[in-house]
Structures are given as C-alpha cells and as structure tokens.
T-cell receptor, first 114, second 114 residues
Framework: GNSVTQMEGPVTLSEEAFLTINCTYT??????LFWYVQYPGEGLQLLLK?????DKGSNKGFEATYRKETTSFHLEKGSVQVSDSAVYFC?????????????FGTGTRLLVSP | EADIYQTPRYLVIGTGKKITLECSQT?????MYWYQQDPGMELHLIHY???????EKGDLSSESTVSRIRTEHFPLTLESARPSHTSQYLC?????????????FGPGTRLTVL
C-alpha cells in the first residue's frame, strides 16, 4: 500500500539556520504530494503541494521538489524563524483511484530558538 | 481561506457520557473526513463521507459514529465515552473534483475523558 516516511524529530535549530525535513514515499500510480503544517493548538494547514514529477511547490519561503526518481519530497527553507516552530506533515494522495484519501507521515516537530 | 469550524475546541467529560463533536464547513465541499490524532502526533482517518447520506469507516477502527444529513455538517458522536477516547479530533473537507484531494482542516477538538 501507499506510505510516507518522514525523518523523526524534534528538529532543533537556531533562528536563520537552514532547514531540511526529509520525506520519502511509496505509492502505486502517480501521487500528488503535500506538506501540511500544524501550529500549537491548531488544525493542519496546507503549506505547499506538487502534483507531478519535477514540480516545485513553494510558500512562505518553504520549498519542496517532487522527485520521482528518488521518490522524495524534502521540505527546505533557507532561513527559519521562531514563528516556524510547528509540526510538519508530509502526505500523498493518489489520483483517480476511487475515493482519494490522504496518507500522512508521522509528522516532524521543528523547534526554532532565538 | 478555509472556512471549516469545530466545536467545542476543548471538552473534559466523565466516563459513560454521550458526546457529539460538531464540524461545519461553508465551502460547499461534498467530501468530509474525521481524523483522530494521538499524542505522538500521528493522524488516523476514522470516518469519511462522499456527500449527503454517505458515511464510511476509515482506516482506524473507532467506536464513534457519524452522520451526514446536510452537506455542510458532519458531526461525530460517542455514545459512551471512555478514557481510551481521549485524543484530538480533526475534521476536514475537500473539493468536489477531488483530483488532488487538497484537504482543509478545522482547528480540532481536544477531548479528555476522565
């Protein structure tokens, strides 16, 4: 079945450091890929998405590129801020296979200190 | 901006009580979902709906039940709450075309059963 594997957290960084959160997936067909972010006490918000190979999703300084050859969708940001502290979820959705459910990774907590 | 609402945000209740968690969306989405999020952050799909009068069990077995009488409303009910039901419950909805299944999440209900 489809699955998503994320690096375990917490990831602890100082402000302005470079961020990478690894995400790899296993899927049949051609999935769409997502990064969601969950701030403390809130629900999930879509951060960015990519719907086909080599697409780059970007938002709020975050980027991720859909790499079919390595089945990866790593999240990156050049300079993190304290306000980026949150839990980040990688997810996939396979197209055109009946009812499309999102398959989530286990989440990676990011802690940014001043 | 997503318009999906959950009430209550926090609920502390005794064992054996019947509870209903409310979820409403104003986006006209046909598809709606309930997730249970454990303290380790992992998300588990417990119920979903294609539309009015449609409900299905998700990937994680749950003693809760759901109904979908109106498009905008997808309440979740526990007939007899137990401490094992203590968790965060997240409601979501997605667009009708469903090609990419981008889901919009509510803020969640944190349930504690004593």
């Amino acid at each position: 079945g489809n699955s998503v594997t994320q690096m375990e957290g917490p990831v602890t960084l100082s402000e302005e450091a470079f961020l990478t959160i690894n995400c790899t997936y296993t899927a049949t067909g051609y999935p769409s890929l997502f990064w969601y972010v969950q701030y403390p006490g809130e629900g999930l918000q879509l951060l960015l998405k990519a719907t086909k190979a080599d697409d780059k999703g970007s938002n709020k300084g975050f980027e991720a590129t859909y790499r079919k050859e390595t089945t990866s969708f790593h999240l990156e940001k050049g300079s993190v801020q304290v306000s980026d502290s949150a839990v980040y979820f990688c997810a996939l959705s396979e197209r055109n296979t009946g009812f499309q459910k999102l398959v989530f990774g286990t989440g990676t907590r990011l802690l940014v200190s001043p | 901006e997503a318009d999906i609402y959950q009430t209550p945000r926090y609920l502390v209740i005794g064992t054996g009580k019947k509870i209903t968690l409310e979820c409403s969306q104003t986006m006209g989405h046909d598809k709606m979902y309930w997730y249970q999020q454990d303290p380790g952050m992992e998300l588990h799909l417990i119920h979903y709906s294609y539309g009015v009068n449609s409900t299905e069990k998700g990937d994680l077995s749950s003693e809760s039940t759901v109904s979908r009488i109106r498009t905008e409303h997808f309440p979740l009910t526990l007939e007899s709450a137990r401490p094992s039901h203590t968790s965060q419950y997240l409601c979501a909805s997605s667009e009708n075309t469903g090609h990419y299944n981008e889901q919009f999440f509510g803020p969640g209900t944190r349930l504690t059963v004593l």
